[in-house]
């Protein structure tokens, strides 16, 4: 039975009874020592995908970040990213402890910046007199802006920003933690959005509904370099292709299927703009999210939180919004009854 719409995450899927077959037959050995034979085809398989020599298996998407950062950087080094990027925003400092990195953030409104903003940003800290200047070590985008409402870079914005961290020698990194819903929106294939950046990872853990994993690919030195911090950083793992033939069977049967995600949260968007009270603020939404504040019906947040949870539809309150998220997991007369939830919380709280 449909009991609860969660809407709150894309990290809520849980594994189908074909991913949990998958699963269950997956051939496995020690991961640790490279010998999953399962983990070794999911490598070669998301190399592939991307476009890159080589790949790494790696428990979350945070650990990809945290072992992408130190791979890249040295101790004191300037790490540029957009200010609300997870790699700023929710990895509990990882890039500070692990890799001594300080942030330079750029501020934006959907999380796409212009090669302008980088140099920019560049220039805080290098265009300064010598001795007080730091190098740059790396700049990230995140792709789709999960805090800039699933937001798409497209291949230009991507290229142009590209060549300016190439023209400064400085390289670039990819956070594509939905990357596949940027691809599935825009038609470009995914390996044309790596094309632009130095490394990259994409996490199965999101809209691909798997339960463990995110691979991080690159040049074959770099992935050489970022094994020994995956080691180094407890991410190795022993029969760990239980978990990877779930990434396996996500890249078979879950890629297409994030437009209908995309096209749910269309539905919903529509549906919250025609709520009075209610103000969306990417009425258009580019992939799976949707991000809409509720001060207009006079309550909080966390009242409103309450209330919908109550009814039986989760949403979560980030960053002074609301955030709905579709997925796997949620149909579309989920959608439906969240609109039909959010309509009565709406006209209770202005009638
Ligand atoms: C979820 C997420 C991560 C972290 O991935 P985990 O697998 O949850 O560790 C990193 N970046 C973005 C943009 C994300 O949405």
Known sequence: MDTVVSLSSDTETRPTAGMRAAMSAAEVGDEQKGQDPTVARLQERVADLLGKDAALWLPTGTMCNLVAVKTHTRPGDALVAEAMAHVIRAESGGAALASGVMVQGIHTERGVFAPADLEAAMDRVVAVPVPYGQPVGLVCVEQTHNFGGGAVWTREELGAVAACARSRGVPLHMDGARLMNASVASGVAAAAFAAEVDSLWIDFTKGLGAPIGAVLAGPRDFIAAARRYKQLFGGAMRQAGVAAAGCLYALDHHVDRLAEDHEHARLLARGLAAIDGIEVRNAAPETNMIFFDV?????????????????????SGAGGQIRAVTHLDVSRQGVERALGAIGEIASAACG
């Not at 207009?296 to 539809?313: H, I, K, P, Q, Y």
């Open 295 to 315: 001060s207009g019906l006079g309550l909080s947040n966390r009242e409103f939180v309450d209330r919908l949870a109550a009814a039986g539809v989760r949403v």
